[in-house]
């Protein structure tokens, strides 16, 4: 398979080279340059041996079928369910996706447990060594962490705000006990962390020296990787089925779509925002305008600009790299981007809809849910479920809910809506006890680059 960029003016590449690439050079995202179909499951089999048939395409001849198996095999054996991703029925047709069984509590896992064995399988290959540098405001951070802990050819040093993230998130990511893992505070706030790595990307002697490379959102291989599971929980029904996604950077929703775009049976997706509600803006009235950021009880949701949304206006624009990379200049200096009618109807009318939930409404729909099955839902996953609800009353459609997190991940929400108080699972329960390992930086380019230079081993 070869990769293009969404703005046209990238060189192609392969798959091992747009995974370390992460952004391709003209500021663009990578893309296959077509949509392979997928083949009929062969058998009664197991997650990890359908992802290796779903993802196989998308990865050849970079890396071959007996590799990808032992790839996905690892990646998924670290989950605590042997389904990885179960599905529990909560109504008639009502169902929810758990996503969220892997180390980190967080559906980041599915994607990150298995790029971050990618990542060390073609650098040993390739006799190369990077340093992956991030900025979290929690869920990614962890997971990224989490999976590249003791890879020989990896060094990851994530950015968090100071005081800003919560508890669990934190230790998560400071008690992990590995020479290559480095979580730094940053005495500042989420996008200041992000702006300091944009900096260091942007600082090329530095970017070379330390051979930098990214792991966040907008990374191909973890959109990859999400396509699996709509592939896995669709073929479960014997009618095509609506996904309803709790969404952020569009990256969720976009794997969906591309599943769908390789012949899984599902209808439509529904997107669930909460007051962060540009999606659904865009989605109702076919216009995009970005307000300030609101904090909420779903902070991986509290976003105005979804990066991943670059990949399916690719696709409405028809391919046409120029004219995407047009548009979102007009919108980054507008801050207003708008479809034509005909796009509408092509790509968005029939195939998404779209709610938003304030904090209220999240709080209430994790106390409708816990009241009616006695399952506890995160804040993220209730914005799912809160709109599948809202339209699936009006249907007779299967909808399938993803939920995200855990709901031990945000325990105070989940207390606030239902009284329960929820403990973290047997794999996490000495988390409190860890010994934490974590510097605190200044707001500071030269001083967060020292930093990192010094942390990464020679
Ligand atoms: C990252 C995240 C999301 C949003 O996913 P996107 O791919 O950015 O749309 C939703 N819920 C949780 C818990 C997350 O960590």
């Known amino acids: 398979m070869r990769y293009v960029s969404t703005r046209g003016d990238a060189p192609e590449l392969g798959f091992s080279d747009v995974l370390l690439a992460g952004l391709a050079s003209d500021g663009g995202l990578y893309v296959p340059e077509h949509w392979p179909t997928l083949e009929q499951p062969a058998e009664a089999r197991t997650y990890a041996e359908r992802a290796v048939e779903v993802m196989l395409p998308f990865v050849e001849p970079d890396i071959d079928e007996a590799t990808l198996t032992k790839l996905c095999n690892d990646a998924y054996a670290t989950f605590r369910h042997p389904a990885v991703v179960p599905l529990v029925q909560i109504d008639h047709r009502q169902w929810v996706l758990e996503l969220f069984h892997g180390p980190t509590l967080a559906f980041k896992d599915v994607a990150l447990q298995l790029v971050g064995r990618m990542f060390d399988h073609i650098l040993a290959q390739r006799g190369e060594r990077v340093t992956i540098v991030g900025a979290t405001s929690g869920d990614t951070g962890s997971a990224a962490i989490n999976a590249v802990a003791g890879c020989e050819h990896i060094d990851i040093v994530i950015l968090y705000p100071l005081g800003r993230t919560s508890d669990v998130q934190r230790r998560q990511m400071t008690t992990v006990d590995q020479p290559n893992a480095h979580a730094v ?12 790595v944009k900096a260091m990307f942007n600082d090329a002697d530095f970017r070379c020296r330390n051979n930098l490379s990214a792991v966040n959102s907008i990374n191909w291989a973890r959109v990859m990787a999400q396509v699996v599971y709509y592939v896995t929980a669709s073929e479960t029904f014997a009618e095509p089925v609506t996904f309803s996604v709790p969404t952020g950077n569009f990256g969720n929703v976009l794997a969906g779509w591309i599943a769908r775009e390789m012949g899984a049976p ?15 803006r865009f989605i109702n ?8 950021v609101v904090p909420t009880f779903s902070p991986s949701m509290d976003i105005q600009v979804s990066s991943n949304f670059e990949r399916l206006l ?5 391919r046409d790299g120029g004219m995407t990379a047009e548009q979102l200049m007009r919108f980054r200096s507008s801050g207003r981007l708008a479809v034509e009618p005909d796009q509408r109807a092509a790509y968005v009318t029939g195939h998404f809809r779209a709610a938003a939930f304030d904090d209220e409404a999240t709080l209430a729909e994790i106390a409708r849910v816990h009241g009616a099955t006695g399952m506890l839902l995160d804040p993220h996953s209730a914005t799912g479920t809160a709109a599948a609800a809202q339209f699936g009353s009006v249907e007779p459609n299967t909808i399938i809910s993803l939920a995200t997190a855990d709901p031990a991940k945000f325990p105070d929400a989940v207390e606030q809506a239902t009284g329960v108080r929820v403990g973290l699972p047997e794999h996490l329960a000495d988390l409190f006890e860890l010994e934490e390992r974590t510097e605190t930086v200044s707001n500071d380019l030269s001083t967060v680059e020292a930093l990192v230079e010094r942390l990464v081993q020679p």
Not at 185 to 196: E, M, R, S
Not at 314 to 318: I, L, R
């Open 285 to 292: 009235d076919g216009e995009m305008t970005a307000r300030e």
């Open 185 to 196: 505070a940053v005495d500042g706030t989420f996008d200041d962390c992000q702006d300091l």
């Open 314 to 318: 690719f696709e409405m624009n028809g």
């Open 266 to 280: 599902i209808r439509d997706f529904i997107v669930a925002s909460n007051t962060n509600d540009i999606l659904t």
